[in-house]
C-alpha cells in the first residue's frame, strides 16, 4: 500500500499570511505514460464531509478560490493556502489515487494564530 | 445539482449485517464509478471499495480490511448504490460516505459526497 505522510499535524497561520501542508507519498504517484500525478487534496470542517479543493496535484476544483494551489511532483507535494481566511479553517487531507487501495493522509489541521 | 444520499446506518451487535444505500440525482448515474469511504470518530478517511461503471464491467475492488465482509453493487435503474457489511466488527464503527467516482476505470478522485450515514457496531 502507498502510505501518505503529511506535515505538519497542525498548525496556525495569522489571517493574511500563507499557510503550507506538505504530504509525502511512500511511492510516486506519477503515471509516467500521461505526466499526470494521481493526488488530491480536501478540506474538511467538523460535521461535514471532504470537500475536493485540488486534483492531479494542481487542478482546482470549479467553485475553489485560487488562493489555494497545489503543486509537486512523484513522491513529494504541498498544499498552499495564500492569505489565509477564517474560513480556511478546517482539516485538510492528501490522497492518492495511483494505485489500489487508495489511500489519505492523516489530516493537518490549520488554525487561526 | 449532483446530490448522494446516503441511509441505512445504525447500531447493529458485532457479527450482524448492515445494508447501506446511496441514492445519486443530477448526474447520468451508471457512467460513473462509485466509491465508498468511511471515517471512523476523530481519524482520517479510509477507502472501503469501488465499483466501477457498466462501461467497465461493474468491477469493484475493496480495501484489505472488509474484502470478503463487504459488497458493493449498483442498481443503474434506480441511481442506487449499495454496501452489504457482514461479520461486522466493533473497528467497523465509523460515518460511512459514498463518493462520486470517475468514467473512468479508476479510483479516481471524489469530486462530489453525500452527508454519510453512521454506522456502529457494539454489543
Known amino acids: 500500500d502507498i502510505v501518505m505522510t503529511q506535515s505538519p499535524d497542525s498548525l496556525a497561520v495569522s489571517l493574511g499570511e500563507r499557510a503550507t501542508i506538505n504530504c509525502k507519498s511512500s511511492q510516486s504517484v506519477l503515471y509516467s505514460s500521461n505526466n499526470k500525478n494521481y493526488l488530491a487534496w480536501y478540506q474538511q470542517k467538523p460535521g461535514q464531509p471532504p470537500k475536493l479543493l485540488i486534483y492531479?496535484?494542481?487542478t482546482r476544483e470549479s467553485g475553489v478560490p485560487d488562493r489555494f494551489s497545489g503543486s509537486g511532483s512523484g513522491t513529494d507535494f504541498t498544499l498552499t493556502i495564500t492569505s489565509l481566511q477564517a474560513d480556511d479553517v478546517a482539516v485538510y487531507y492528501c490522497h492518492q489515487y495511483h494505485s489500489s487501495p487508495s489511500t489519505f493522509g492523516q489530516g493537518t489541521k490549520v488554525e487561526i494564530k | 445539482e449532483v446530490y448522494l444520499v446516503e441511509s441505512g446506518g445504525g447500531l447493529v451487535q458485532p457479527g450482524r449485517s448492515l445494508r447501506l444505500s446511496c441514492t445519486a440525482s443530477g448526474f447520468t448515474f451508471n457512467n460513473y464509478a462509485v466509491n465508498w469511504v468511511r471515517q471512523a470518530p476523530g481519524k482520517g478517511p479510509e477507502w472501503v471499495g469501488f465499483i466501477r461503471s457498466k462501461t467497465y464491467g461493474g468491477a469493484t475492488e475493496y480495501a484489505a480490511s472488509v474484502k470478503d465482509r463487504f459488497t458493493i453493487s449498483k442498481d443503474d435503474s434506480e441511481s442506487v448504490a449499495y454496501l452489504q457489511l457482514n461479520s461486522l466488527k466493533t473497528e467497523d464503527t465509523a460515518v460511512y460516505y459514498c463518493?462520486?467516482?470517475?468514467?473512468?476505470?479508476?479510483?479516481?478522485?471524489?469530486?462530489?459526497w453525500g452527508q454519510g450515514t453512521l454506522v456502529t457496531v457494539s454489543s
Open positions: 463518493t462520486r467516482g470517475l468514467t473512468s476505470p479508476l479510483v479516481g478522485y471524489f469530486d462530489y
Open positions: 492531479w496535484a494542481a
